[in-house]
């Protein structure tokens, strides 16, 4: 029995061998065919010269306008870096860096012992030439073919350049916090000097950072920073590059901050408009931010230069914007300019003060209600579509709507104006009642098609005059506002024409998008009242000698009880040839910071600045536009008879009056 059992055994064996040696054949071929494949796409041969390549923003002409990178093409070279910076880095990163060949297999043994002990991921074992090639060759996934990736292009870098040209690569790649890519923008930064100036606890500090840069940052945690800097003496220490002494030394140096010149290590040529450009390339084509900052795309825009300047040297000026009640923040403000006949961006600012990299873009990222801006999109248009004429009589007399009861600003009441009055003065109570004559969901229809988004708890005929629960940006109000200068068509607002990569391969470009807001009929009746606003009514301070400008001033009140005050101010303006949107206001209003001016003396000011400067090349072109001066006058001169009329009517009844007592004093007894 027992050699039979044994026998059975045998046979089990040897099935298990055969089993097992076929499993390890396919690991073979597998692997194999996975090396041969990774080893033909590990093409790391122009590495060097992509690390060195910028951005490049063009504008419409096709000229570079501004250029973005992560540090990368800013770097220094390793001659210039002192080798304890080096030694300092490698200690604490990767101590056998220059033992390996790319992949350090008793480091990844060591940390996967480590690991299993913790339970958790304790400690990596990714080399210095891993991590290289994780920041600037492949994409963020974490996937098994990244990691494939990762382990092949390690060794044919390490075959392909010398281990300082690696380290140099690195150092100038690398993120140190603080917005600081590269060694040489983290020696600014940090300390505000030149990396060959750096001490042994500086170098051992900014080391001490790689690890969790966001964490480790000394401006936010110096206790954690200088912790990691003392971990990363002892290291050196370790590993025999300092003595104990001076590690010891370099210890008891205190951490001594001092912020460089150059804290925005991202600030080209027009700010706001690259911020935008970066968002546009990746909410629009899904470039990531990390990719767009070191890949050497070639992104062409829509940007006009002139323009460009011609707002960013009004933004400059303090004197040209509107003062608040409080000295302590800045009023701020938004713009934006583009091309009603293609959508196209031209200008872009979004922002007074201090530019932040990829910060809070006014022009585009606002949630502000446009005030009465918002009248000729929601109710004007829709109601000439309907029918009526800028001729035509709507009421204003006080009343109410409901719960609601909107008031003229200057709270007078003629009982009737013509449409196109309502407009040019901005009056409250004609735009409210005409929104109810025809219908609240005609007014939301045109709102959708004008671009404007709105939420459920808008259907309410607070919209008239601009109540809204989320509220609009620049760019949007100027897209919607750009259907008026362009025949009643409006295009898709866009900065981005195409995006090529670093060899010239077009890997994204713009589709045109085109809505029909309303017909050319309506349009031209909308300009020869928009017109008359600018030229006659509230928006005087927006017309620009020479040109026709149309457009709508809004203003929103502090919604704080007891206080008399403007929180927004707006101003969207168009020739045949350019659309403007400016907004300003305070990014928090309270009882102690709002405007107390409307935007007749704000926004339209600015809006005027700009355009004069932004036109000044162009073309000046016409509407071709009823004038409604003739209207005006004709108007005027019926009130005025009318008041003539009343004049006498009331004289008439007084003399009646003062009969009827003669005869009373005078009947007989």
């Given at each position: 029995?027992?050699?039979?059992?044994?026998?059975k055994?045998?046979?089990?064996?040897k099935?298990?061998?055969?089993?097992?040696?076929?499993?390890?054949?396919?690991?073979?071929?597998?692997?194999?065919?996975?090396?041969?494949?990774?080893?033909?796409?590990?093409?790391?041969?122009?590495?060097?010269?992509?690390?060195?390549?910028?951005t490049?923003?063009?504008?419409?002409?096709?000229?570079?306008?501004?250029?973005?990178?992560?540090?990368?093409?800013?770097?220094?070279?390793i001659?210039?870096?002192?080798?304890?910076?080096?030694?300092?880095?490698?200690s604490?990163?990767?101590?056998?860096?220059?033992?390996?060949?790319?992949?350090?297999?008793?480091?990844?043994?060591?940390?996967?012992?480590?690991?299993?002990?913790?339970?958790?991921?304790?400690?990596?074992?990714?080399?210095?030439?891993?991590?290289?090639?994780?920041i600037?060759?492949?994409?963020?996934?974490?996937?098994?073919?990244?990691?494939?990736?990762e382990?092949?292009?390690?060794?044919e870098?390490?075959s392909?350049?010398?281990?300082?040209?690696?380290?140099?690569?690195?150092?100038n790649?690398?993120?140190?916090?603080?917005?600081?890519?590269?060694?040489?923008?983290?020696?600014?930064?940090?300390?505000?000097?030149?990396?060959?100036?750096?001490?042994?606890?500086?170098?051992?500090?900014?080391?001490?950072?790689?690890?969790l840069?966001?964490?480790?940052?000394?401006?936010?945690?110096?206790?954690?920073?200088?912790?990691?800097?003392?971990?990363?003496?002892?290291?050196?220490?370790?590993?025999?590059?300092?003595?104990?002494k001076?590690?010891?030394?370099?210890?008891?140096?205190?951490?001594?901050?001092?912020?460089?010149?150059?804290?925005?290590?991202?600030?080209?040529?027009y700010?706001?408009?690259?911020?935008?450009?970066?968002?546009?390339?990746?909410?629009?084509?899904?470039?990531?931010?990390?990719?767009?900052?070191?890949?050497?795309?070639?992104?062409?825009?829509?940007?006009?230069q002139?323009?460009?300047?011609?707002?960013?040297?009004?933004?400059s000026?303090?004197g040209?914007?509107?003062?608040?009640?409080s000295?302590?923040?800045?009023?701020?403000?938004?713009?934006?300019?583009?091309?009603?006949?293609d959508?196209?961006?031209?200008?872009?600012?979004?922002?007074?003060?201090?530019?932040q990299?990829?910060?809070?873009?006014r022009?585009?990222?606002?949630?502000?209600?446009?005030?009465?801006?918002?009248?000729?999109?929601?109710?004007?248009?829709?109601?000439?579509?309907?029918?009526?004429?800028?001729?035509?009589?709507?009421?204003?007399?006080?009343?109410?709507?409901?719960?609601?009861?909107?008031?003229?600003?200057?709270?007078?009441?003629?009982?009737?104006?013509?449409?196109?009055?309502?407009?040019?003065?901005?009056?409250?109570?004609?735009?409210?009642?005409?929104?109810?004559?025809?219908?609240?969901?005609?007014?939301?229809d045109?709102?959708?098609?004008?671009?404007?988004?709105?939420?459920?708890?808008?259907?309410?005929?607070?919209?008239?005059?601009?109540?809204?629960?989320?509220?609009?940006?620049?760019?949007?109000?100027?897209?919607?506002?750009?259907?008026?200068?362009?025949?009643?068509?409006?295009?898709?607002?866009?900065?981005?024409?195409?995006?090529?990569?670093?060899?010239?391969?077009?890997?994204?470009?713009?589709?045109?998008k085109?809505?029909?807001?309303?017909?050319?009929?309506?349009?031209?009746?909308?300009?020869?009242?928009?017109?008359?606003?600018?030229?006659y009514?509230?928006?005087?301070?927006?017309?620009?000698?020479?040109?026709?400008?149309?457009?709508?001033?809004?203003?929103?009140?502090?919604?704080?009880?007891?206080?008399?005050?403007?929180?927004?101010?707006?101003?969207?303006g168009?020739?045949?040839?350019l659309?403007?949107?400016v907004?300003?206001?305070?990014?928090?209003?309270?009882?102690?910071?709002?405007?107390?001016?409307?935007?007749?003396?704000?926004?339209?000011?600015?809006?005027?600045?700009?355009?004069?400067?932004?036109?000044?090349?162009?073309?000046?072109?016409?509407?071709?536009?009823e004038?409604?001066?003739?209207?005006?006058?004709?108007?005027?001169?019926?009130?005025?008879?009318?008041?003539?009329?009343?004049?006498?009517?009331?004289?008439?009844?007084?003399?009646?009056?003062g009969?009827?007592?003669?005869?009373?004093?005078?009947?007989?007894?």
């Amino acid at each position: 029995m027992k050699h039979v059992a044994s026998g059975k055994m045998g046979v089990q064996m040897k099935g298990l061998l055969k089993i097992g040696l076929i499993i390890l054949s396919i690991i073979v071929v597998v692997g194999v065919g996975l090396f041969v494949y990774f080893k033909q796409t590990a093409d790391i041969s122009d590495l060097q010269d992509q690390l060195q390549q910028p951005t490049k923003i063009y504008d419409e002409d096709g000229n570079v306008a501004s250029t973005i990178t992560a540090n990368k093409s800013e770097g220094v070279a390793i001659e210039e870096i002192p080798d304890h910076v080096i030694q300092a880095v490698v200690s604490i990163e990767d101590h056998r860096f220059y033992e390996h060949h790319g992949i350090d297999y008793q480091a990844i043994t060591r940390a996967m012992v480590k690991n299993i002990k913790a339970k958790s991921v304790v400690e990596g074992g990714s080399t210095l030439t891993q991590q290289l090639v994780k920041i600037t060759m492949l994409e963020s996934d974490r996937t098994l073919k990244r990691k494939i990736e990762e382990f092949f292009i390690a060794q044919e870098m390490e075959s392909t350049y010398t281990k300082d040209e690696i380290l140099e690569m690195y150092v100038n790649q690398v993120y140190f916090g603080h917005g600081a890519w590269g060694l040489k923008k983290a020696a600014n930064i940090y300390f505000a000097k030149d990396v060959s100036e750096l001490t042994v606890a500086e170098g051992a500090l900014l080391a001490g950072v790689i690890n969790l840069p966001s964490k480790l940052d000394p401006y936010k945690n110096p206790d954690g920073a200088v912790k990691r800097r003392d971990l990363v003496l002892s290291r050196m220490t370790e590993h025999g590059y300092l003595t104990e002494k001076e590690a010891t030394s370099a210890k008891e140096e205190k951490l001594s901050l001092l912020l460089g010149e150059n804290t925005d290590p991202l600030k080209g040529k027009y700010p706001y408009y690259v911020d935008h450009v970066l968002t546009e390339a990746s909410s629009k084509y899904g470039l990531e931010l990390q990719e767009l900052l070191t890949r050497g795309y070639h992104i062409h825009t829509t940007l006009n230069q002139s323009m460009q300047q011609a707002a960013e040297s009004v933004y400059s000026n303090d004197g040209n914007f509107p003062t608040g009640t409080s000295d302590d923040k800045l009023v701020q403000s938004g713009t934006v300019l583009l091309h009603p006949k293609d959508g196209g961006i031209k200008a872009l600012v979004g922002g007074r003060g201090e530019h932040q990299f990829m910060g809070y873009n006014r022009a585009t990222q606002l949630k502000r209600s446009p005030g009465s801006s918002i009248k000729p999109l929601v109710v004007y248009t829709p109601a000439i579509a309907e029918g009526y004429e800028i001729t035509d009589s709507i009421k204003d007399e006080k009343m109410k709507f409901g719960n609601y009861e909107p008031t003229n600003l200057n709270g007078t009441y003629k009982g009737e104006v013509p449409m196109y009055e309502a407009v040019m003065n901005s009056l409250n109570v004609p735009t409210v009642w005409l929104l109810n004559e025809i219908g609240i969901d005609k007014g939301l229809d045109s709102l959708k098609r004008f671009g404007i988004p709105y939420e459920k708890n808008d259907r309410n005929l607070s919209i008239a005059l601009g109540g809204m629960e989320n509220g609009v940006s620049p760019l949007q109000m100027a897209g919607a506002f750009s259907a008026f200068a362009n025949e009643g068509k409006r295009y898709e607002a866009h900065a981005i024409i195409k995006i090529e990569d670093a060899d010239g391969k077009e890997i994204a470009a713009w589709k045109e998008k085109k809505t029909k807001v309303t017909s050319k009929g309506v349009v031209d009746k909308m300009n020869a009242m928009l017109l008359g606003t600018v030229k006659y009514g509230t928006a005087k301070n927006a017309a620009v000698p020479g040109y026709e400008v149309a457009g709508k001033t809004g203003s929103t009140q502090v919604p704080i009880e007891g206080i008399s005050g403007v929180k927004d101010q707006w101003f969207v303006g168009y020739t045949p040839n350019l659309v403007g949107a400016v907004w300003a206001g305070y990014d928090k209003t309270d009882k102690n910071h709002h405007l107390t001016t409307h935007s007749s003396q704000g926004s339209a000011i600015i809006f005027q600045k700009i355009m004069a400067q932004a036109v000044k090349n162009e073309t000046a072109e016409s509407f071709h536009a009823e004038d409604i001066g003739p209207l005006i006058a004709e108007q005027k001169e019926k009130e005025e008879e009318a008041e003539r009329k009343q004049y006498w009517i009331d004289k008439g009844n007084e003399i009646k009056e003062g009969l009827g007592k003669w005869k009373e004093w005078n009947m007989p007894w």
